[in-house]
T-cell receptor, first 114, second 114 residues
Framework: AQKITQTQPGMFVQEKEAVTLDCTYD???????LFWYKQPSSGEMIFLIY??????QNATEGRYSLNFQKARKSANLVISASQLGDSAMYFC???????????FGPGTRLSVLP | GAGVSQSPSNKVTEKGKDVELRCDPI?????LYWYRQSLGQGLEFLIY????????KSGLPSDRFSAERTGGSVSTLTIQRTQQEDSAVYLC????????????FGDGTRLSIL
């Protein structure tokens, strides 16, 4: 079974609008971490934001926030005030327990329109 | 400080040849990962090393693929008798142990098999 599901292969958003990229996960471990990465066309993987399973509040980092709904096992990334430079692939990833194995989702390609 | 360093950045070789890809992780990072990313696709996990523990080789696609990590630092991914389907970008990442520590990625090696 897929551990990380990203149901949107591609998304479009108008510049300056907000966009939500979906991520659902599957784990039976009560301790886990969720990560979002951005991969622009240049290819580098850029860490954006982290949410721990025991964190009480949703993570925020500048224009990025994570809409964490633990009961639904979802960890959607919200990008506010989209910029042209936000156009990229976005990957959701999970680390279970204190282990070191990361599982990545298939990614969502975001295109920001001028 | 120095990030994850991968070499070569590009490698073109003939089908049937062996190739070695190198990864130098961030100093002090105990975990090291190899991924493969085909054009426009997500990350395919290959192998990861954690300290002196036996590596998790569960993602290696065939016995033509092997990896070593010497002295808990530099890692080499070797592909023997390369095939055209091995053409991809090979990404290396490293991480501090556990919790909220994200993976830090290198720029990858773009491997092309003629």
């Amino acid at each position: 079974a897929q551990k990380i599901t990203q149901t949107q292969p591609g998304m479009f958003v108008q510049e300056k609008e907000a966009v939500t990229l979906d991520c659902t996960y599957d784990t039976s471990d009560p301790s886990y971490g969720l990560f979002w990465y951005k991969q622009p066309s240049s290819g580098e993987m850029i860490f954006l934001i982290y949410q721990g399973s025991y964190d009480q509040q949703n993570a925020t980092e500048g224009r990025y926030s994570l809409n964490f709904q633990k009961a639904r096992k979802s960890a959607n990334l919200v990008i506010s005030a989209s910029q042209l430079g936000d156009s990229a692939m976005y990957f959701c990833a999970m680390r279970e327990g204190e282990g070191q194995n990361f599982v990545f989702g298939p990614g969502t390609r975001l295109s920001v329109l001028p | 400080g120095a990030g994850v360093s991968q070499s070569p950045s590009n490698k073109v070789t003939e089908k049937g040849k062996d190739v070695e890809l190198r990864c130098d992780p961030i100093s002090g990072h105990t975990a090291l990962y190899w991924y493969r990313q085909s054009l426009g696709q997500g990350l395919e996990f290959l192998i990861y090393f954690q300290g002196n523990s036996a590596p998790d080789k569960s993602g290696l696609p065939s016995d033509r693929f092997s990896a070593e990590r010497t002295g808990g630092s530099v890692s080499t991914l070797t592909i023997q008798r390369t095939q055209q389907e091995d053409s991809a970008v090979y990404l290396c990442a490293s991480s501090l142990y556990g919790g909220s520590q994200p993976q830090h990625f290198g720029d990858g090696t773009r491997l092309s098999i003629l």
